[in-house]
Antibody, heavy 119, light 108 residues
């Protein structure tokens, strides 16, 4: 079955970077786009960006431009999201989610990775 | 920039009753509207896409309607497992993937 397995929880200090992974299985990795969405404690969903695993092209939310980088490794069917210059407001659960057609419709989600930014 | 507004913020409903959730877009999104369900401690799950098409495995008690700027999610007879937060999302305009702020459906 289709699965997105994310890496474990992280605790980081302000100013540091974090890299979260999302390993896909059960489908052809390069045939589906992947998004990252985050959710701060008690808050709603915030779209962060999209990566095309086939060619590696990306598009990011304007507010995160310059701090977020999404990459992929086709040999392991894994996408990565790296966020730099972390601040307390980046404390959130980070989800990867599959997009069947590049339409920004998200049909399968990972379970989430908690990132805590604290001094 | 398109803004998605959901109402009400919280909906108190008794099991077995009907729940009606609303989502409004600040400009037309055609039928490019999805609904997601999120239970505490879990990832969101796709319920409805194309404003009215149920995703795979979603029970028939969930239905979506609307187009343009006004959308509705109806749960015909609430079951215990349906108490959750529901988000709408447009995938038509920039910024892509914009979500509403969510409606919490709680037990009355």
């Amino acid at each position: 079955q289709v699965q997105l397995v994310q890496s474990g929880a992280e605790v980081k200090k302000p100013g540091a970077s974090v890299k979260v992974s999302c390993k896909a299985s059960g489908y052809t990795f390069t045939s589906y786009y992947m998004h990252w969405v985050r959710q701060a404690p008690g808050q709603g969903l915030e779209w962060m960006g999209i990566i095309n695993p086939s060619g590696g092209s990306t598009s990011y939310a304007q507010k995160l431009q310059g701090r977020v980088t999404m990459t992929r490794d086709t040999s392991t069917s894994t996408v990565y999201m790296e966020l730099s210059s972390l601040r307390s407001e980046d404390t959130a659960v980070y989800y990867c989610a599959r997009d069947p057609s590049g339409s920004y419709l998200l049909d399968v989600w990972g379970k989430g990775t908690t990132v805590t930014v604290s001094s | 920039e398109i803004v998605m507004t959901q109402s009400p913020a919280t909906l108190s409903v008794s099991p077995g009753e009907r729940a009606t959730l609303s989502c409004r877009a600040s400009q037309s999104v055609s039928s490019n509207l999805a609904w997601y369900q999120q239970k505490p401690g879990q990832a969101p799950r796709l319920l409805i896409y194309g404003a009215s098409t149920r995703a795979t495995g979603i029970p028939a008690r969930f239905s979506g309607s609307g187009s343009g700027t006004e959308f509705t999610l109806t749960i015909s007879s609430l079951q215990s497992e349906d108490f959750a937060v529901y988000y709408c999302q447009q995938y038509n305009n920039w910024p892509p993937g914009a979500f509403g702020q969510g409606t919490k459906v709680e037990i009355k």
